[in-house]
């Protein structure tokens, strides 16, 4: 048996899908979860083969969460399914070691045969996405992308600064660099195109 934890943080997508899955006889889910945290606490204890996530998640992002059970060395393998079909959405899920990344209209049987080719050591990628992830590359760096989503919360220089132990003269050189490169007019701007993007 192929087993499943599942985190989705709406009720009704979470039971459907647990429901979807329960039909197939060689998968079977062990959890379900609406929040990240509660998800990477399960997926330590549990230890489930695979762990489908959404990306937009109280406590902790799905893409989060998979960086995190990788950064702990949990065995579980994650597929991130999603509404965003975003191909900066989907560089950053590989990036944070997501196995899968499929969008929520794919139909159940796919769904399944992605969990079991996954769970058998492949991949499993949108493959529209997945052409347009590599010709649509993320110009922004690690620490711009933190400094342009914390201008993006409405947060001053100052204590976005503070937050990451910056100076407020090296935020403000992040912050002009993240716009230069986006082409924006400025930082609300700049985050809005990196969200459109996925990269934010």
């Known amino acids: 048996m192929i087993r499943v934890l599942i985190a989705e943080d709406q009720a009704m997508v979470l039971g459907a899908l647990a429901a979807l899955l329960a039909i197939e006889t060689d998968i079977q889910v062990v959890g379900q979860v609406r929040d990240g945290r509660s998800a990477l606490g399960e997926a330590l204890t549990i230890r489930p083969d695979i762990v489908l996530t959404d990306i937009e998640m109280p406590e902790m992002s799905g893409l989060e ?8 060395g949990a065995p579980g393998r994650v597929i991130i399914l999603t509404t965003f079909g975003r ?24 769904l399944a045969d992605a969990i079991r080719r996954v769970h058998a050591g492949g991949r499993a990628i949108d493959p529209e996405l997945a052409a347009d992830a590599w010709t649509d590359a993320d110009p922004l760096t690690d620490r711009e992308r933190q400094v342009l989503r914390l201008a993006a919360d409405g947060q001053s220089g100052p204590s976005i600064a503070a937050a990451l132990h910056l100076s407020e003269g090296t935020v403000r050189n992040y912050l002009s660099e993240a716009i230069s490169k986006l082409g924006a007019e400025n930082r609300v701007d700049a985050a809005r195109l990196a969200r459109i993007k996925g990269w934010l």
């Open 65 to 72: 969460l998979a960086a995190e059970l990788k950064r702990l």
């Open 87 to 110: 191909p900066g959405f989907l560089r950053r899920a590989l990036d944070a070691n997501a196995a899968g990344y499929l969008l929520k209209d794919t139909p159940s049987d796919r």
